[in-house]
Every structure is written in C-alpha cells, then in structure tokens.
T-cell receptor, first 116, second 112 residues
Framework: DTEVTQTPKHLVMGMTNKKSLKCEQH?????MYWYKQKAKKPPELMFV???????INESVPSRFSPECPNSSLLNLHLHALQPEDSALYLC???????????????FGSGTQLSVL | RKEVEQDPGPFNVPEGATVAFNCTYS??????FFWYRQDCRKEPKLLMS???SGNEDGRFTAQLNRASQYISLLIRDSKLSDSATYLC?????????????FGTGTKLQVIP
C-alpha cells in the first residue's frame, strides 16, 4: 500500500466555520507533512511531523492547527480562515529515516479548499 | 538567486518530439534530487530520482551536473499524456531532509 489518503477532496467553508482536514498513510512512514499550494505555484511547506512530534512550523498563522494523533494520521484543524487561504492543501509522507538524503515524498490527492 | 530555479514555460511541443528541461540549484551541498510530475489540480507524483551517473526510465532520462549545479530531464518521443507541470525537488544536505525545496515547475504541453 503506497497511498496517502486525504479527506475531504473538496471543502467550502465560511470565515467563521471550524473544519478539519484528515490524512492517513499505512506505509510505516515516520515523517508527515502539510503543504499549501496556490494555482500555478509550487507546494509551500506548512508543517512537518517527525515521529509524531511537530518538528517544523513555517510561521503558519494560528488559524491553522496541526495534530498528529498517531504515526499514521495527520489532521489540520481550520478556524476563522480568510478568503486568501483558499488553496489546495496537500498531505505528504516520507520514510523519515533521520539524516537520510534520499527521502521521497508521497502525496495525497489533496483537499481543494474554498473560503467564502 | 533563488534556491531552485526552473523555466516556467510553457513548452509547446508536437507529439513525438524530444524535449528537455533544466533546473538549477544554489546550494552546492545539496545531496539528492528528484523530478515530480503534477497534472492540473492533482497532487505531485514522483517521476524519478536523479543519480550522479545519470539514469533512464523508458523515454525519460535524468542527469545531474554538480559542477554547474543543475539537473535535467529529457523526454523522448513525447506523448499527449506527458502534458503536465514538471517540478524539480532538491533535498538539503544530510539531516535536513524535511525541508525539501521545490522548483516553480515547468509546464509542458504536447500538441497533436
């Protein structure tokens, strides 16, 4: 199983809503990532979890709150988002072998988020 | 200078043509390199790793030039299904694997 599964595929939310994005992998990977991608731009790193601990937060606004309940699951909780937060949100995982230089990223199919 | 640079294109090529993209990187200590393919509104998918000696996978050939700090992707006998954006990815030196750097992507359009 080489899949990273993300739900939902599409999400429309108002600026006062609270919603969550979910990501799951069963490849035994120990690093999991959230990326944000705007149209015609490359993916932009938001958060990295390594061995279930938050290791990187790329100065993401607090209206985005990540959570890693266990080594297979990664959530992104959304609250009071702005219209400019509309984007494709991608989850990814990698083996996370610590110090390895050939880490390959496996991406989920993404959640297309629209904030109204 | 950007960490990783690509010509955004678009590259419009006829079916059957050979096309090549380059990607330059600024950190000479970078250790590993990849090409990803991304279709419109889809996730990036790993196309191939790039090895120092160069490597080939069917119609695709990837090469690394450490002296000039660039990687390349050559596609032979282009198919309509090759139309996509090609992203180069550069991993930092050992220990920093979590912060890979994506190039801005090169868009390829194969025309019938």
């Amino acid at each position: 199983d080489t899949e990273v599964t993300q739900t939902p595929k599409h999400l429309v939310m108002g600026m006062t809503n609270k919603k969550s994005l979910k990501c799951e992998q069963h490849m035994g990977h120990r690093a999991m990532y959230w990326y944000k991608q705007k149209a015609k731009k490359p993916p932009e790193l938001m958060f990295v979890y390594s061995y279930e601990k938050l290791s990187i937060n790329e100065s993401v606004p607090s209206r985005f709150s990540p959570e890693c309940p266990n080594s297979s699951l990664l959530n992104l909780h959304l609250h009071a988002l702005q219209p400019e937060d509309s984007a494709l949100y991608l989850c990814a995982s990698s083996p996370g072998q610590g110090g390895a230089t050939n880490e390959k990223l496996f991406f989920g199919s993404g959640t297309q988020l629209s904030v109204l | 200078r950007k960490e990783v640079e690509q010509d955004p294109g678009p590259f419009n090529v006829p079916e059957g043509a050979t096309v090549a993209f380059n990607c330059t990187y600024s950190n000479s200590a970078s250790q590993s390199f990849f090409w990803y393919r991304q279709d419109c509104r889809k996730e990036p998918k790993l196309l191939m790793s790039v090895y120092s000696s160069g490597n080939e996978d069917g119609r695709f050939t990837a090469q690394l030039n450490r002296a000039s700090q660039y990687i390349s992707l050559l596609i032979r006998d282009s198919k309509l299904s090759d139309s996509a954006t090609y992203l180069c990815v550069v991993n930092p030196p050992s220990g920093g694997y979590q912060k890979v750097t994506f190039g801005t992507g090169t868009k390829l359009q194969v025309i019938p």
